[in-house]
């Protein structure tokens, strides 16, 4: 029997957000590809803003992002140079809350993250390559703590163009893919943080992207620039991992609309950069006063191109399992969009699962010994997407492998043809014929 695991390296950030459901606290992890961390020179080589969300499976069965199979999934993506997000929907893990009978809530969990996500990816800049010559003045270390910060500049929304410079994988297993089936277009949910208002969810999720972006180019930026006076040899060995925790909130507790279920407010701070990092730099601090100004707190005025966004699903719920978990309920039809007390012109944010997967190119992996859905359904189930008129979704079987991904050898099979299909993509593909 396979056994999933050596497991996931440190998150580079661990953080909180609050979902724009109610403002439920959701944790949440990044984690960067090994070239973010070398030199220059190979990370200018590899850098492009791609990046995947793996969502998790049924949090009442115990599913988080700790999950084995989400953690394999998300490694081998790693692996590709994309940077991975994963998040625990509300009840899973230390999220706050309990799971909701209708799966909207954590539809809108998914949002909340998604929103975040392709907000943190667009603030990332690419490493200084060492050839070049340093900066007059290098930044230091902090220890990130959250910012108190106001509101001023209003983020309008903007004609949205295909950004082919960013690729987005929005996946999940199990439970997880069920609720990433059901994800608006990802021009809808960057419309619900394109016009944030002060004290809002949105405006938080946005502040802490724009926040953890910038303190990472910030590190880099250093790193860059030490490694100009080390010898090669030095230039060889591995960074370490940067692993940084906090919660919180970047807005002053008065400008924040109050949640229905209390907020945490102690940062945890796990390890700072200055500690991962502290046999590789020796230089001189600054003052509090002095780092805390280095990140900017106001929000800015951003344009996000639209990614070029593919669907990833893991062992695919399909009805009567899917309904169940959702008490029958249609989970896209949720309220409208609400702006402030306006509806989006977009409408709702109800979108055909169906059309959805059709129009995007999407990947369905599941194995012929699923118990909870026969592999005759699902393949009957995947023909019938690929057969519609222009369908761009795709899907791949794999014998032997049950819904939980433990049999022998379903795990090699799994990671290869990920690695496969993220490749495929990476270099424009992914709107063949079924695989």
Same mark, same amino acid.
């Given at each position: 029997?396979?056994?999933?695991?050596?497991?996931?390296?440190?998150?580079?950030?661990?953080?909180?957000?609050?979902? %724009?459901?109610? $403002?439920?606290?959701?944790?949440?992890?990044?984690?960067?590809?090994?070239?973010?961390?070398?030199?220059?020179?190979?990370?200018?080589?590899?850098?492009?803003?791609?990046?995947?969300? @793996?969502?998790?499976?049924?949090? #009442?069965?115990?599913?988080?992002?700790? $999950?084995?199979?989400?953690?394999?999934?998300?490694?081998?993506?790693?692996?590709?140079? &994309?940077?991975?997000?994963?998040?625990?929907?509300?009840?899973?893990?230390?999220?706050?809350?309990?799971?909701?009978?209708?799966?909207?809530?954590? /539809? +809108? $969990?998914?949002?909340?993250?998604?929103? &975040?996500?392709?907000?943190?990816?667009? !603030?990332?800049? #690419?490493?200084?390559?060492?050839?070049?010559?340093? #900066?007059?003045?290098?930044?230091?270390?902090?220890?990130?703590?959250?910012?108190?910060?106001?509101?001023?500049?209003?983020?309008?929304?903007?004609?949205?163009?295909?950004?082919?410079?960013?690729?987005? @994988?929005?996946?999940?297993?199990?439970?997880?893919? *069920?609720?990433?089936?059901?994800?608006?277009?990802?021009?809808?949910?960057?419309?619900? &943080?394109?016009?944030?208002?002060?004290?809002?969810?949105?405006?938080?999720?946005?502040?802490?992207?724009?926040? *953890?972006?910038?303190?990472?180019?910030?590190?880099?930026?250093?790193?860059?620039?030490?490694?100009?006076?080390?010898?090669?040899?030095?230039?060889?060995?591995?960074?370490?991992? @940067?692993?940084?925790? &906090?919660?919180?909130?970047?807005?002053?507790?008065?400008?924040?609309?109050?949640?229905?279920?209390?907020?945490?407010?102690?940062?945890?701070?796990?390890?700072?950069?200055?500690?991962?990092?502290?046999?590789?730099?020796?230089?001189?601090?600054?003052?509090?006063?002095?780092?805390?100004?280095?990140?900017?707190?106001? *929000?800015?005025?951003? =344009?996000?191109?639209?990614?070029?966004?593919?669907?990833? /699903?893991?062992?695919? /719920?399909?009805?009567?399992?899917?309904?169940?978990?959702?008490?029958?309920?249609? %989970? !896209?039809? @949720?309220?409208?969009?609400?702006?402030?007390?306006?509806?989006?012109?977009?409408?709702?944010?109800?979108?055909?699962?169906?059309?959805? /997967?059709?129009?995007?190119?999407?990947?369905?992996?599941?194995?012929?010994?699923?118990?909870?859905?026969?592999?005759?359904?699902?393949?009957?189930?995947?023909?019938?997407?690929?057969?519609?008129?222009?369908?761009?979704?795709?899907?791949?079987?794999?014998?032997? +492998?049950?819904?939980?991904?433990?049999? =022998?050898?379903?795990?090699?099979?799994?990671?290869?043809?990920?690695?496969?299909?993220?490749?495929?993509? +990476?270099?424009?593909? !992914?709107?063949?014929?079924?695989?």
């Amino acid at each position: 029997m396979d056994q999933f695991g050596m497991g996931l390296r440190e998150p580079v950030f661990s953080f909180t957000i609050p979902s %724009i459901h109610d $403002d439920m606290v959701l944790d949440c992890r990044i984690y960067h590809p090994v070239h973010f961390l070398h030199d220059g020179h190979e990370a200018l080589s590899a850098w492009g803003k791609k990046g995947a969300i @793996i969502a998790h499976p049924y949090a #009442p069965f115990g599913g988080s992002y700790d $999950d084995p199979v989400v953690e394999a999934v998300a490694t081998e993506i790693l692996k590709q140079g &994309f940077v991975v997000g994963l998040f625990n929907f509300r009840g899973a893990g230390t999220s706050n809350g309990k799971t909701s009978w209708t799966a909207k809530p954590e /539809l +809108a $969990d998914y949002i909340s993250f998604a929103g &975040f996500f392709v907000h943190y990816l667009h !603030g990332l800049e #690419p490493p200084i390559s060492t050839s070049s010559p340093p #900066p007059t003045r290098a930044l230091s270390d902090h220890t990130l703590t959250p910012i108190q910060s106001t509101l001023t500049v209003p983020r309008s929304p903007s004609d949205l163009s295909q950004d082919t410079s960013m690729i987005l @994988i929005l996946g999940g297993y199990s439970y997880g893919s *069920l609720i990433a089936s059901h994800l608006p277009p990802t021009k809808t949910i960057l419309e619900r &943080f394109a016009d944030a208002a002060v004290g809002t969810a949105e405006a938080e999720i946005c502040l802490r992207a724009q926040h *953890l972006s910038q303190q990472w180019n910030k590190e880099t930026q250093r790193d860059s620039i030490h490694r100009c006076g080390r010898s090669s040899h030095d230039r060889d060995i591995k960074n370490p991992s @940067i692993s940084v925790a &906090f919660g919180g909130e970047e807005t002053e507790p008065g400008s924040r609309r109050p949640s229905r279920e209390s907020r945490r407010s102690v940062d945890r701070v796990r390890k700072s950069f200055d500690e991962a990092r502290k046999h590789l730099s020796h230089h001189k601090r600054h003052s509090s006063e002095e780092e805390a100004a280095a990140i900017d707190p106001t *929000l800015k005025a951003v =344009n996000i191109p639209l990614p070029d966004t593919h669907y990833l /699903l893991i062992s695919p /719920l399909l009805p009567p399992t899917s309904t169940l978990l959702t008490c029958f309920s249609n %989970i !896209g039809a @949720i309220e409208k969009w609400k702006h402030h007390g306006s509806q989006s012109a977009s409408g709702e944010l109800n979108t055909s699962c169906e059309s959805s /997967l059709v129009s995007n190119p999407t990947m369905a992996i599941y194995g012929d010994h699923d118990v909870f859905i026969s592999h005759r359904k699902l393949r009957k189930w995947a023909e019938g997407l690929v057969n519609k008129p222009g369908s761009r979704f795709q899907f791949h079987e794999i014998a032997g +492998a049950g819904h939980f991904w433990h049999e =022998n050898g379903v795990e090699i099979q799994l990671r290869g043809f990920l690695k496969a299909w993220v490749q495929d993509l +990476a270099r424009g593909g !992914g709107n063949k014929p079924r695989i």
